[in-house]
């Protein structure tokens, strides 16, 4: 999550994930995927930059995890795991 500044004072917590697009209009206009606007105080370039820094420390996170031996790939499905998929699938109909 990412901190922004509402354009009337308070902060809050953003998922990068979900925006869409950012205007400057002249305000800076965040649009989400699902159509909800927010405005921030921050400028466009600012904006920006706090997005760019969200996704580099993600990066950063996966390489020391994956580097450190932290972090295991998901196991392949078993066959066991496929057949269970199935039957659920089955009982959903």
Same mark, same amino acid.
């Given at each position: 999550?990412?901190?922004?500044?509402?354009?009337?004072?308070?902060?809050?917590?953003?998922?990068?994930?979900? @925006?869409?697009?950012?205007?400057?209009?002249?305000?800076? +206009?965040?649009?989400? +995927?699902?159509?909800?606007?927010?405005?921030?105080?921050?400028?466009?370039?600012?904006?920006?930059? @706090? +997005?760019?820094?969200?996704?580099?420390?993600?990066?950063?996170?996966?390489? @020391?995890?994956?580097?450190?031996?932290?972090?295991?790939?998901?196991?392949?499905?078993?066959?066991?795991?496929?057949?269970?998929? +199935?039957?659920?699938?089955?009982?959903?109909?």
């Amino acid at each position: 999550m990412i901190l922004l500044t509402r354009l009337n004072g308070p902060e809050f917590a953003l998922n990068p994930d979900l @925006i869409e697009r950012a205007d400057q209009t002249p305000d800076t +206009v965040i649009t989400l +995927v699902d159509g909800t606007k927010y405005i921030i105080a921050e400028s466009l370039s600012e904006f920006m930059s @706090i +997005v760019r820094r969200y996704r580099a420390d993600l990066l950063a996170d996966a390489e @020391i995890l994956v580097s450190s031996g932290t972090h295991r790939p998901p196991a392949a499905p078993t066959d066991s795991d496929q057949a269970r998929v +199935v039957r659920l699938h089955r009982q959903e109909r």
